[in-house]
């Protein structure tokens, strides 16, 4: 069984700042593109942000859509096999239930453009994210 564990998210005002995190094994977390993906109610679940390896011991390389970059962050924590996305100067339209996903396949620049939710092999179990006026 290949687990991956959500934590984090919760509620606050419009302005305001929250995270979530997600652990994932070992193997996928180093080799695998890792994804934020987010779902608001009547609308299709959409990519965030993801960060895939470069083969280094860097940091990664980051992509993030438009509508979030600048506020959002996503990062690794290698001793915990743990992503972070960061989330701050939060918005009502931000809200919705986040999750995390990895995929073997290189995530680079706009990449949703070329990839969609059903090639995300492996998925949290999603955490609410809601932002209120």
């Known amino acids: 069984q290949v687990q991956m564990v959500e934590s984090g998210g919760g509620s606050v005002q419009a302005g305001g700042s929250l995270n979530v995190s997600c652990t994932a094994p070992?193997?996928?977390?180093?080799?695998?593109?890792m994804a934020w993906w987010r779902q608001a109610p009547g609308k299709e679940r959409e990519a965030v942000a993801s960060i895939d390896s470069d083969g280094s011991d860097n940091d990664g390389i980051t992509s993030y859509r438009d509508s979030v970059r600048g506020r959002f962050t996503i990062s690794k924590d290698n001793a915990k096999n743990t992503v972070r996305l960061q989330m701050s100067n939060l918005l009502p339209e931000d809200s919705g239930v986040y999750y995390c996903a990895a995929a073997n396949l290189i995530c680079r620049g706009e990449w949703w453009y070329l990839f969609d939710a059903a090639d995300f092999g492996y998925w949290g179990q999603g955490t609410q994210v809601t932002v209120s006026s």
């Open positions: 070992g193997d996928i977390y180093r080799t695998y593109c």
